[in-house]
């Protein structure tokens, strides 16, 4: 599903408060219910502003203040509420997407290799139900597609002993280095163990990390590969132009990034990332440190 965002300045935040169009407003609101079957929802044309040179590093706060912290502040919090995680980014409720120097084989933003098929934050109890991915600026050949693929539509790509298989709960994801940079080395901590399929045979769910994710059995393996073939076959390619904002149904779609050659020279790919999340339990929002930031793993583990 696709739409088009009206042009709007400085004052998109209460624009979109006060007077989003019902075309574009309730699409979204019906999106944010979860009932898609293709799991995502493009919106086109929202202002990006300037954009400075993409940055070579981590953590560069090059746009500190940008007009677009407060649009994605927004639709964040249309479908749910903005957050972020504590072990992540330091708690940052906006990420930075972009190569960096050095990093190019990292299964995480920082990377420019193909990021294969998942759901955002496999491991942790309180996923993000949604994610938004925001272009700034495009990879220099524009073949840097973000490929999502829904559950819903690859289910029929399954057989039932497949489905059956996925649906048990006898898999474990390890943690992402996003959220393992600052500890000791050694093996990622898993969680699990979990299905991978879960919900109502007609509108199904998934927790999937294709890097992470694994069997207990030979049979749950086999079944991780069909899935991840099932997958392929429903993928939608969206190679995203500046002023383009795809949002994902974190337990509808995976989704993942073709590769790309960045060139490190100020003009390379550049998304900004924000999470929502529905609802946050009133225990967890009790233990936060800082407003929408999830507790630490370490804090909650075994809690949900």
């Not at 935040?13 to 898609?36: I, K, N, Y």
């Not at 479908?79 to 084989?105: C, F, M, N, R, W």
């Amino acid at each position: 599903m696709a739409a088009r965002f009206p042009d709007a300045g400085a004052g998109a935040m209460s624009f979109l408060r006060l007077d989003l169009p019902p075309a574009l407003r309730e699409p979204l609101v019906d999106f944010a219910e979860g009932t898609s079957p293709h799991g995502h929802f493009l919106l086109r044309g929202l202002d990006v502003g300037d954009v400075p040179p993409t940055p070579a590093g981590q953590g560069t706060a090059a746009l500190d203040g940008h007009p677009t912290d407060g649009t994605l502040t927004l639709v964040a919090d249309l479908l749910g509420s903005l957050v972020g995680y504590q072990d992540e980014k330091s708690g940052a409720l906006i990420h930075d997407v972009h190569p960096v120097p050095g990093e190019e084989t990292r299964i995480e933003n920082s990377g420019s290799v193909a990021f294969d098929f998942h759901t955002e934050n496999v491991h942790h109890p309180l996923r993000p139900d949604f994610l938004g991915l925001l272009c700034l600026r495009r990879d220099h050949d524009g073949v840097a597609a973000t490929r999502v693929a829904s559950v819903r539509e690859a289910i029929a790509h399954l057989t039932p002993e497949d489905v059956e298989a996925l649906r048990r709960p006898v898999y474990h994801s390890a943690y992402p280095s996003s959220f393992t940079r600052d500890t000791a080395a050694g093996p990622p901590p898993l969680s699990g163990p979990h299905p991978v399929i879960f919900g109502d045979p007609d509108r199904a769910f998934l927790r999937f990390n294709s890097h992470h994710t694994r069997a207990a059995d030979t049979r749950g393996t086999r079944a991780l590969d069909a899935l991840a073939r099932a997958l392929e076959t429903v993928c939608r390619d969206i190679v995203l132009e500046p002023g383009d904002l795809v949002i994902v149904d974190n337990h509808v779609a995976a989704h993942g990034r073709s590769a790309f050659a960045p060139r490190y020279d100020g003009a390379d790919r550049w998304l900004r990332r924000f999470y929502s999340l529905r609802s946050t339990p009133l225990w967890a929002r009790r233990m936060m440190r800082r407003p929408r930031v999830i507790p630490r793993m370490a804090d909650i583990r075994g809690v949900v």
